[in-house]
């Protein structure tokens, strides 16, 4: 089977951040800046109750100046405090969305590049998540944990220093009461939500594929009155999810443990503070900056826990990401070859004939499966300006083989050259240029003709879709539609039959004016009038260029000079001497 990268369900989220500093360290600057800002203001929030204290212990030796300096400072220090945390979140949140739209126009690159294989490997819906709605959860975080996070962090770690150099005694007692039981409840936590949310993740996840090819399956489903058995499947999916975010809700009550650790911890320090000031080991002051500053620390633990978990589920999010884009990276700077032959000037100048490129499939194997082959050491060669067809019983492999002869897929083993270059080396815009191909079912976007003509290589006008219309004697079926070239096509083209969708391919063929165009006949039925305009096109578009039509109907068998036939994925009327010339 062709070798394509798998994406995982729960990817491994160990060393998350490492493998996603590549995309951080173009941001590096403006991350650290925001990051000290942050960090700033929470000391300035971290040293109030410490002031206060000082003011204590002035009112208490009836110091009035030394009491307006501390309340000053105190007052100083809350502005101050505002300003920066203002500030950082401003630079954090610019620094963090600019982190989180590169990644999202990476992954919509990199989809975009990605083989067909790839694409047909994977549910949509789970693509479809990872891209929308895990990038969109990421950004929320950024814009609103992360600058908690940084800030909490900063303020348990400079409130630890604070509580340390206030009483070491008050500071021991806290230790032994206060962090065994909180290690072991956030050790608890973790371990229950790193099975817990990535569970939830890849259930959402199979929702969305399910719901999302049931959407686009909904015809059939109808015809075949199979709804009831996808709305069973996809309450299965629903009820898996619900099970899963049930398993990551009961991670989250281990959270609620750290109330009745810190309503134990609060009462030792009452008891314990009471004692030492009694006995003149402390004065009022530290006694006072010290509840003050623990009522804070255990205010910023269940915080912290709290932004633990979200950070929990985005690391889960960013893991998934991270995975798509590391089975998407390609070889940037695998050398792109170019073909033997120029490409013609397809201008006024006329028939460019002998430098049309020739095709050559040599020993192709193709399979979807492993171990099941649906094409097997295909050896063809099509003559530079040939025009062939390919026909075979249903299932025998020709669409498959039209994807690997216009560079879609990738052989297994063997090649598929044109002009002696392996496709499989060539520079993608080239292959799109010089080769294409037009499916059975053409495929259209939501808008108008002008919108899907729009979409051709080359940024073609208005009056590049007039003569395409022109040279295909198609002016008057485009005048036709409701409103010309500006007709609404509604949701993926659905207003249009098989046959006319592949009237727009042939448009958009005739503005790429390829060298090599492969055409695959649509199998719908055709109406008269449509087939005729699809033959009368196709003959237009014939003259000039290699043509390889993977025929169906058998008018179109009769009028081609040659035909190939496939059987079970082998071919059959290949001459003895057939080789890669
Ligand atoms: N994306 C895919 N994933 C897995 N199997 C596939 C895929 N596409 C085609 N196949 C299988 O490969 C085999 C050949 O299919 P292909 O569409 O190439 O045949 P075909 O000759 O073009 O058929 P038809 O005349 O009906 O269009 C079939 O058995 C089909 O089920």
Redesign the pocket.
């Known amino acids: 089977m062709a070798d394509v990268r798998m994406l995982s369900e729960e990817p491994d989220q160990r060393r998350v951040l490492r493998r996603a500093w590549p995309y951080l360290r173009p941001h590096r600057a403006g991350i650290a800046g925001a990051v000290a800002v942050n960090l700033l203001s929470t000391l300035a929030l971290t040293l109030v109750p410490v002031l206060i204290g000082r003011a204590v212990d002035r009112l208490l030796d009836h110091d009035r100046t030394g009491l307006l300096v501390a309340a000053g400072a105190v007052l100083g220090l809350v502005i101050a405090r505002m300003v920066l945390l203002r500030a950082s979140e401003v630079l954090l949140t610019r620094a963090g969305e600019r982190v989180v739209h590169r990644l999202r126009d990476l992954v919509v690159e990199r989809l975009g590049g990605t083989p067909l294989r790839f694409l047909?490997a994977h549910r949509g819906g789970d693509l479809l998540q990872r891209t929308t709605v895990e990038i969109a959860e990421l950004a929320t975080f950024v814009r609103g944990q992360l600058p908690d996070l940084i800030s909490l962090g900063g303020y348990l770690v400079f409130t630890t220093v604070v509580l340390l150099t206030s009483s070491w005694q008050l500071s021991a007692l806290l230790l032994v009461v206060f962090a065994p039981p909180m290690w072991l409840l956030a050790r608890t936590f973790r371990r229950a939500a790193q099975r817990a949310y990535p569970a939830e993740a890849a259930a959402q996840a199979t929702v969305a594929a399910t719901f999302a090819e049931s959407l686009q399956a909904r015809e059939q489903l109808q015809l075949d009155g199979a709804t009831g058995t996808w709305l069973a499947r996809l309450r299965g999916d629903a009820e898996r999810y619900h099970t899963t975010a049930r398993g990551a809700q009961r991670a989250a009550t281990w959270i609620d443990g750290t109330w009745i650790v810190q309503g134990l911890t609060s009462a030792a320090l009452l008891v314990g503070g009471g004692l030492l000031a009694g006995a003149d080991l402390v004065t009022v002051g530290v006694v006072v900056t010290f509840v003050l500053a623990s009522r804070d620390l255990f205010s910023s633990v269940d915080d912290f826990t709290l932004v633990a978990g979200e950070l929990l589920e985005s690391r889960v999010g960013l893991a998934r990401l991270l995975d798509l884009l590391d089975a998407t990276s390609t070889d940037e700077a695998a050398p792109a070859a170019v073909l033997t032959t120029a490409a013609p000037d397809r201008g006024a100048a006329g028939p460019a004939g002998t430098d049309l490129p020739g095709l050559c499939a040599d020993a192709v194997t193709y399979a979807?499966?492993d171990g099941q082959p649906?094409?097997q050491d295909i050896t063809v060669h099509f003559g530079p300006g040939e025009h062939a067809g390919i026909v075979?019983?249903?299932?025998?492999?020709?669409?498959?083989?039209?994807?690997l002869l216009c560079g879609l897929y990738r052989p297994d083993t063997g090649t598929v050259r044109a002009s002696g270059t392996d496709l499989a080396a060539l520079d993608p815009a080239e292959l799109r240029r010089r080769l294409v191909l037009i499916p059975?079912q053409v495929h259209l976007i939501g808008g108008t003709l002008a919108d899907n003509l729009a979409l051709t290589p080359g940024r073609p006008s208005r009056d590049d879709y007039a003569r395409a219309a022109e040279r295909l004697g198609l002016t008057g079926w485009v005048a036709g539609l409701p409103g010309g070239v500006d007709a609404e096509l509604g949701s993926r083209g659905e207003r249009l039959s098989a046959g006319e969708r592949q009237l727009v391919g042939l448009l958009r063929a005739a503005m790429i004016d390829p060298e090599v165009l492969i055409l695959?006949e649509a199998?719908a039925d055709l109406d008269p009038e449509t087939a005729h305009r699809i033959e009368a096109a196709m003959a237009r578009l014939r003259e000039d260029r290699t043509v390889l039509v993977?025929a169906?109907r058998q008018t179109t068998i009769d009028r081609l000079p040659r035909v190939v036939r496939?059987h079970a994925?082998r071919l059959t009327t290949s001459a003895p001497e057939e080789s890669c010339r």
């Open positions: 047909e979807y499966r649906v094409l075979g019983e249903t299932g025998s492999g020709k669409t498959t083989f039209a994807k059975q695959d199998t993977i169906h496939l994925g």
